[in-house]
């Protein structure tokens, strides 16, 4: 059979299959590329972690208690104490 393609004995049958995954693993790895740099820009801007937490919070996942906590870890005990002064200057009603 290999007789009319040149080939006495046979020896290029053992070499096409060791020569396809020379093609096949650039491609899997050009196309795992692609794919990641696809699904790097969803064209949205990432959100910083306050405005994660300020969302959750408007959406009524978290409730006042532990947003404010949140925000101390976030911002340091400063920030928390000016937000319990608003909170309570708040409640208070003035």
């Given at each position: 059979m290999f007789?009319?393609?040149g080939v006495e004995h046979g020896a290029m049958a053992w070499a096409w299959p060791g020569m396809s995954p020379m093609w096949v693993v650039p491609i899997f790895?050009?196309?795992?590329?692609l794919l990641a740099l696809i699904a790097g820009r969803t064209g949205q801007p990432r959100l910083s972690a306050r405005e994660v937490?300020?969302?959750r919070y408007a959406k009524?996942?978290?409730?006042?208690?532990?947003?404010?906590r949140?925000?101390?870890?976030l911002?340091?005990?400063?920030?928390s104490?000016?937000?319990?002064e608003i909170g309570a200057a708040h409640?208070?009603?003035g």
């Open positions: 007789a009319m393609f790895l050009a196309a795992l590329v937490l300020d969302l009524g996942e978290i409730g006042r208690g532990e947003w404010l949140s925000r101390e870890d911002q340091g005990p400063a920030a104490r000016a937000a319990a409640n208070s009603g």
